[in-house]
């Protein structure tokens, strides 16, 4: 198909900066992409018929590794961390 409509994992190397090109930017865009990406993680990992604890596993890892990092300022300034 056309450029534009492959998904990235099919795209080829010498290809990707005229991918990127086609790609839109604008907020309707961004939220485009951001809701395709999470029916894809859905699809793949929650709403499947034998499911494991993967899909929920990474949201419980991504969520902690995005909180430390929201508070790591927080977290390198209180006492208990420091060598005394």
């Known amino acids: ?3 534009s409509q492959r998904p990235l ?3 080829r190397l010498g290809e990707l900066h005229a991918w ?3 790609c839109s930017f604008s907020a ?3 939220l485009g992409a951001a809701q395709r990406a999470w029916g894809s993680y859905c699809a793949k990992y929650i709403h499947v018929k034998q ?3 993967a899909g929920i596993s990474m949201l419980l890892a991504g969520y902690c590794l995005l909180s430390y990092g929201w508070n790591y300022q927080h977290f390198s ?3 208990y961390f420091r060598n005394s």
């Open 51 to 53: 499911g494991g604890p």
């Open 28 to 30: 309707q865009g961004l």
């Open 77 to 79: 300034k209180a006492s």
């Open 1 to 3: 198909g056309p450029l």
């Open 20 to 22: 990127i090109s086609t």
């Open 9 to 11: 994992m099919e795209v």
